[in-house]
């Protein structure tokens, strides 16, 4: 479970039901073809705009978005780049097939074997950027279907209103249903709102953090293998590496460092 993202709802949630609760009744915000127009008409509105694939991709995303995200540790890769650099100055970039073994990430073993291939840098860096530029791409796409469901609820809960109003203005002749019929029309209006505001909205955002993520992960991979391979000093990837992340990380880094060279 990732703990900001269901504290957010659960927090956003509370405060509305609330304050509803402090004027009145829950049971008045409930309205089930209310939810039908919004929640329904943003689904397939979005199949409209995507294939199928690409919403299936989505609706697992905003599910993800609610389980702890798979960890892109900085620190711990440049440091397994850097041991890797070492071996490859000390023994040769040969020796490093006998080491792809205990590298855990899929992507750093394949970038690591054209390296002992020899195959030419410039390829490798070609190879390696189309797999990070692909990975951002893919999830861009799904973001922007997350972004586009986000954006259509308001505009159903509108649609929604305009229903509302319509059947409303239908039966003028009976007061007493004035004020019912008017609170039904302007709930589906509430409900975009808030599902847009509390739910899609946020978790496009939420998705858009983690494509960044994973992409920064990538890329410092990228950079690593290819400095591997031109033959730079590992001190001096190392500096180039940090660069990528926090001062404060850095000095974490330098510390953890520090620390292990006054074990050995």
């Keep these: 479970m990732e703990k900001a993202t269901f504290f957010g709802t659960v927090a956003v949630s509370v405060l509305i039901a609330a304050s509803i609760m402090m004027a009145g009744s829950l049971k008045a915000f409930f309205d089930i073809p ?28 905003i599910k993800q978005s609610y389980m702890a995200p798979d960890e892109f540790d900085y620190l711990k890769i ?24 205990e590298i855990d990430n899929e992507y750093m073993r394949r970038a690591l074997q054209m390296v002992v291939d020899g195959v030419d840098i410039a390829l490798i860096e070609e190879v390696l950027m189309t797999e990070v530029d692909a990975t951002a791409n893919r999830h861009t796409e799904v973001k922007s279907a997350i972004d586009f469901f986000g954006a259509s609820l308001p505009a159903f809960g509108m649609i929604g209103t305009v229903m509302g109003l319509v059947l409303l203005l239908g039966n003028l002749d009976d007061p007493a249903a004035i004020g019912p019929n008017m609170a039904v029309a302007l709930i589906t209006t509430f409900y975009g709102a808030v599902a847009a505001n509390v739910l899609f909205i946020p978790l496009g955002k939420k998705v858009d953090q983690r494509n960044n993520i994973e992409s920064l992960y990538l890329e410092i991979i990228a950079r690593g293998c290819l400095m591997i391979a031109s033959g730079i000093h ?21 510390e953890i460092h520090l620390a292990k060279e006054l074990k050995e």
Excluded: C, H, W
């Design 234 to 254: 590992p001190r001096i990837i190392q500096e180039r590496l940090l660069a990528y992340v926090s001062q404060k990380d850095r000095g974490r880094f330098n």
């Design 78 to 101: 440049i440091s397994t780049i850097l041991s890797t650099a070492d071996v490859a100055r000390k023994e040769g970039v040969l020796a490093l097939d006998a080491k792809m073994s």
């Design 34 to 61: 209310s939810i039908i127009i919004v929640f329904g008409g943003g689904l397939f509105s979005m199949y409209i705009a995507y294939n199928a694939e690409t919403v299936t991709k989505a609706l697992y995303m």
